[in-house]
C-alpha cells in the first residue's frame, strides 16, 4: 500500500490542481499568463519574482500580486466569525511571509464542493471597486478582508 502524507493520498495532487485552476482564472481575469511557481512557492523565498504559489511567465510585466493558493479540507468559513480560526490563521501569516513588501498579498482559499474565496488587506487600493466583503477578519492586529473570488477578480486592472 502507499505511504500517505498528514495531507492523505491525495492532497499534494488536490494542491497543484488547484493552483492550476486559479492561476488559469487568474490568468483569464488579468489578460496576463500564469503557472504554478516550481516547488509550489517553497522555492521562491526571497526571490520577488516567484513569490507565493504563481508565477507571471511575461518578464516584460510587473505582477502586482502575490497569491498563495489552499485548497484543503477541515476548515469552515463560519470560523471566521469566532476565535476559532487558527488554520486561517496560518494561511495569512504564510501569505504575508512570503509577500515581497511591493506585492499585494491574496490568499485564494477552498475546499470541495464549495466557493472558492479570496482574503486580502483592506488598504489596497484596487478594493475601491470590489463592493463589499463576505466578511472582515482580524490576524494578529491585521485586518484582512474576504471575498468571493470571482467578486475580487472583476475589481483588480489588468495587468
Same mark, same amino acid.
Given at each position: 500500500?502507499?505511504?500517505?502524507?498528514?495531507?492523505?493520498?491525495?492532497?499534494?495532487?488536490?494542491?497543484?490542481?488547484?493552483?492550476?485552476?486559479? *492561476?488559469?482564472?487568474?490568468?483569464?481575469?488579468?489578460?496576463?499568463?500564469?503557472?504554478?511557481t516550481?516547488?509550489?512557492?517553497?522555492?521562491?523565498?526571497?526571490?520577488?519574482?516567484? *513569490?507565493?504559489?504563481?508565477?507571471?511567465?511575461?518578464?516584460?510585466?510587473?505582477?502586482?500580486?502575490?497569491?498563495?493558493?489552499?485548497?484543503?479540507?477541515?476548515w469552515?468559513?463560519?470560523?471566521?466569525?469566532?476565535?476559532?480560526? *487558527?488554520?486561517?490563521?496560518?494561511?495569512?501569516?504564510q501569505?504575508?511571509?512570503?509577500?515581497? *513588501?511591493?506585492?499585494?498579498?491574496?490568499?485564494?482559499?477552498?475546499?470541495?464542493?464549495?466557493?472558492?474565496?479570496?482574503?486580502t488587506?483592506?488598504?489596497d487600493?484596487?478594493?475601491?471597486?470590489?463592493?463589499?466583503p463576505?466578511?472582515?477578519?482580524?490576524?494578529?492586529?491585521?485586518?484582512?478582508f474576504?471575498?468571493?473570488?470571482?467578486?475580487?477578480?472583476?475589481?483588480l486592472?489588468?495587468?
Amino acid at each position: 500500500m502507499a505511504k500517505t502524507s498528514k495531507l492523505g493520498v491525495n492532497g499534494k495532487a488536490k494542491g497543484a490542481g488547484f493552483e492550476l485552476l486559479i *492561476a488559469k482564472t487568474f490568468s483569464e481575469a488579468l489578460g496576463v499568463k500564469l503557472r504554478r511557481t516550481p516547488m509550489s512557492g517553497g522555492w521562491s523565498h526571497g526571490n520577488v519574482e516567484t *513569490a507565493g504559489d504563481l508565477v507571471c511567465v511575461d518578464k516584460n510585466i510587473t505582477f502586482p500580486y502575490c497569491i498563495e493558493c489552499k485548497c484543503c479540507e477541515g476548515w469552515r468559513m463560519e470560523a471566521l466569525f469566532t476565535d476559532k480560526h *487558527a488554520w486561517f490563521d496560518n494561511w495569512w501569516e504564510q501569505t504575508m511571509r512570503e509577500c515581497p *513588501a511591493e506585492k499585494i498579498p491574496i490568499l485564494v482559499f477552498s475546499r470541495a464542493r464549495q466557493p472558492v474565496f479570496a482574503a486580502t488587506r483592506p488598504q489596497d487600493d484596487y478594493q475601491n471597486n470590489v463592493g463589499w466583503p463576505v466578511l472582515e477578519t482580524g490576524v494578529n492586529g491585521m485586518r484582512v478582508f474576504v471575498f468571493l473570488l470571482e467578486d475580487l477578480l472583476h475589481s483588480l486592472p489588468t495587468v
